[in-house]
């Protein structure tokens, strides 16, 4: 059955769950877990399929893809296959009823028409299910793979702020239209069909600088927060500096952000199989190779690099909520409580302990008043 598309439909997934739980990354090899474990998620189609369905009976809320476009190297050259997020999205939205499937989007590397339009299709395929997350880019050696240039910081985002403006243009307009922005020039535009119900599809970002979160605040339905380990009180002062920024603009948005989850019939054989996995059997090369990108290497941060090596294998810096259901739930319970409206979580085989996750986890989050019954 298609949703009705009204744009609260949309931000709420279509339904009452106060906690909305999806599935992140399983759209490339090795998920977000930097391992060498030989039951590593492949990232390939059948099992995304699997997974979409699955999770889509399970009740699970969304399924949102990395962006990724060129492996990390080290011993299994991490996330070095991965399925085009586009295309993926859209093959899962027609495999799926209920959840929301979300594109992640480099802006400077998608014509914003095409782009316009492959949204599009794939929200009326999805029946008016499909959510956009728009990155700016980091990383020059994708880039450098197209040929194309990364602007500096503050560029990149007046640059995606043209490129949103155009695919919003391309999705509203009535009519013929040109559009003539600094970067973006376009003329006689017709763009039909628009979204599902009139409305728009579901719009995310991850911008963690100030200029990223102003974009989040002005285009965006809702901001993927900070990874990096932290405290209830720092999630919620987080939540609430944002919140109060979006307030000032007359601007309402949802909160997310992005956990590894180890969840076993007792907390012993959690911890053990997260030892296992993330710290004895990590791609230590891969890990290191991360890093590098970034900058962070033992000289330029000596006193944390440990501390940075150890967050990047479990989940490229993901949250890691390691424990029995009871304890999984308890975490997750928290997040909702410092204002978190959801979580992206990934596991190191997706198919294999999701539904573990879900016979366990859900109906105790549902006991507690955070899924709806
Ligand atoms: C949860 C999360 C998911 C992200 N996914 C991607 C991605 O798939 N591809 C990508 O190139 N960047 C991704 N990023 C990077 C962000 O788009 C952004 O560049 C980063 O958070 C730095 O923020 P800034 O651009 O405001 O400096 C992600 C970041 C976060 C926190």
Redesign the pocket.
């Known amino acids: 059955m298609p949703r009705d598309a009204t744009s609260r439909e949309r931000t709420s997934m279509g339904n009452a769950n106060r906690l909305k739980i999806g599935l992140?990354g399983s759209n490339c090899s090795s998920g977000r877990a930097v391992t060498m474990v030989p039951e590593r998620w492949s990232g390939g189609w059948q099992d995304n399929v699997r997974l979409a369905r699955l999770a889509d009976e399970a009740g699970i809320d969304f399924m949102?893809?990395?962006?990724?476009w060129k492996g990390y190297g080290g011993d299994t050259d991490y996330q070095g296959a991965t399925l085009e997020?586009m295309t993926w999205a859209t093959g899962l939205l027609a495999n799926t009823k209920r959840m929301t499937v979300f594109g992640?989007v480099?802006a400077p590397l998608f014509h914003p028409l095409i782009a316009a339009k492959e949204f599009v299709t794939a929200d009326h395929i999805g029946g008016g299910r499909f959510g956009l997350?728009?990155?700016?880019?980091?990383?020059e050696g994708?880039f450098d793979m197209f040929g194309a240039t990364l602007r500096d910081?503050e560029t990149?985002?007046d640059y995606a702020q043209e490129w949103l403006d155009a695919v919003k243009l391309a999705w509203t307009a009535q009519q013929e239209f040109n559009f003539e922005g600094q970067f973006i020039k376009l003329k006689n535009v017709r763009a039909w069909p628009k979204p599902v119900g009139g409305t728009r599809p579901l719009i995310m970002?991850?911008?963690?600088?100030?200029?990223?979160?102003a974009?989040a605040i002005r285009n965006c339905d809702a901001l993927?927060?900070?990874?990096r380990l932290a405290s209830l009180e720092t999630y919620a002062a987080n939540v609430r500096r944002v919140e109060e920024l979006a307030q000032r603009e007359g601007r309402e948005l949802g909160f997310?952000?992005?956990g590894v989850i180890t969840c076993k019939a007792t907390a012993k054989e959690a911890h053990d199989y997260y030892h296992h996995c993330i710290v004895e059997h990590a791609d230590w090369n891969a890990v290191d190779s991360i890093l590098a990108m970034k900058d962070i290497t033992p000289r330029s941060h000596p006193a944390e690099f440990e501390k940075l090596r150890n967050e990047q294998a479990n989940g490229m810096?993901?949250l890691p909520i390691v424990g029995d259901p009871d304890q999984v739930a308890h975490e997750l319970a928290i997040l909702s409580e410092a204002g978190m409206t959801g979580i992206?979580v990934s596991f190191v085989n997706y198919l294999e302990e999701l539904p573990f996750f879900c016979d366990e986890v859900l109906p105790r989050l549902k006991r507690r008043g955070l899924r709806a019954p």
Do not use: D, I, K
């Open positions: 992140f949102l893809p990395v962006a990724r997020t992640t480099h997350n728009v990155v700016c880019g980091w990383n994708e910081h990149r985002y970002n991850a911008g963690a600088s100030p200029t990223g979160q974009f993927f927060m900070s990874t997310y952000t992005v810096g993901g992206g």
